[in-house]
């Protein structure tokens, strides 16, 4: 409930009240009453003027007034250049796509190394997100939002706005999407590419001769922001000049709130506001990388590392190693992050070796994640498969392509992942997909209301002995921009 037109539109939920509408038949079903909780007193308001009524203190009295400009100036233009929706950036060339239910999407990401085009990534998309809330309560045990395969992540991207959403010298890609009628809609400037300086690349001080040598890195950002209900999403992949690929989800936006009696405490979430609380939840990402590491054929190797037993091998204790085993067919390529093994996975080239002789690769760096606290008999479990394992590989397929499913709510569960690798074809030196999914853990914070400071998780693509050394030797040095 809003009291006041501008009003924040999360700080008064009516708590209790569930309406069940049939929207074929365009008739309310039931409206059931679990019994009245006053509404939250504060109006939760985040944007200039702030309103509050009558007793409340706003939360922000007043702009702070020590923040001077910053100003980003590339004299000669971006380091990019830009064909229709290819795109060149320094070693780096690909091609943006985007889709209504994916989004943004990356096609053919490849880098020059010496004169050479060699292919990394055929084809990199979002295949799902999964929104589950952990709170039992009437008006909140319903929340498993499937966001890409219920609404479609491409059809709800923001229109991005010149200095705000991205700085720099930046270049706009629109997104097509349809309408109910199948009529072409544009979204203006729905995919942001800009440049950014992104700290130090390398350095080293030889403390002997007192010689230095550091050197800027930077990277290439494409990114899409979108607003899912009171969530907003950034989905941004970041290219470096160290041959690294990043993706990076970025959470913000407002929490899913309820309403709590006074003097009470949420037994499945955080009081936020006097009255106001956020239930506990869960947010889960799949990523498709149709991998093309020097060409189609790639092996998948997962990669840990153990302390070696005591023994003649290991006489002081210090002594661990690497193991590695490959993911040779579908049944055993359904695996989860060991952080107490460093885990990470390989996707190796099967036709190419370096300069060393070992498989040219690219390596799946897991970031946070985190596995589902819902259990496995809870009622979307059978439509949240994905959710069950972090990495999943499965043999190219052009159909399969969503990691819950083509339709998460339209089938009786088992559909996308778990479906997909249930026939176990083998993997190794295939044309082979790497999904991979992660989780961003949500007990919320007071700090997340009234909107929620961006809360970032994601993974990186490493050079893995893809290249004979490291490859950001011959960035240019930057000294005139070192002094004052
Ligand atoms: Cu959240």
Partial sequence: MRTAPGEHGYARPVEGLVVVVDLDAGEVVEVADHGVVALPPQPGNYEEPWIFEDGNVPAVPAYRDDVKPIEITQPEGPSFTVDGHA????????????????????????????????????RASLAEMYVPYGDPAPTHRFKNVFDQGEYGVGWLANPLTLGCDCVGHIHYFDGVVNDNDGNPVTIPNAVCMHEEDAGIAWKHTDFRTGAVQV?????????????????????????Y?????????????????????????????????????????????????????????????EVDSAPSPPGPDNPHGNAWQVHRTVLASEAGAQRDTDAARARYWKIESADRTSALGAPTAYALMPGGNVPPMYSPDALFAPRSGFTQHQLWVTAYDETQRFAAGDYPNQHPGGQGLPAYGA???????????????????????PEDWPVMPVSTVGFMLKPTGFFDGNPALDLPPAADHCHE
């Fill in 241 to 301: 000049n160290d041959g690294t690929i990043e993706y990076e989800v970025k959470l913000t936006g407002v929490i899913s709130t309820g309403a709590i009696a006074p003097g009470e405490v949420p037994a499945h979430g955080t009081l936020v506001a006097p009255g106001l609380y956020g239930p506990h939840h869960q947010h889960f990402f799949c990523v498709r990388l149709d991998m093309a590491v020097d060409g189609p054929r790639n092996t998948v190797v």
């Fill in 423 to 445: 026939a176990d074809r083998p993997l190794e030196g295939g044309d082979v997909v790497v999904w991979y999914t992660f989780g961003a853990h949500h007990v919320v914070r």
């Fill in 87 to 122: 795109v060149t950036w320094q070693k780096w060339h690909l091609r943006i796509g985007f889709t209504p239910r994916e989004g943004l999407v990356l096609h053919e990401v490849a880098y020059a190394d010496r004169g050479t085009l060699r292919p990394v990534v055929y």
């Fill in 215 to 239: 050197r800027r890195r930077r990277r290439l950002v494409v990114s899409t922001i979108v607003t899912v209900g009171n969530y907003e999403y950034g989905y941004f992949w970041y290219l």
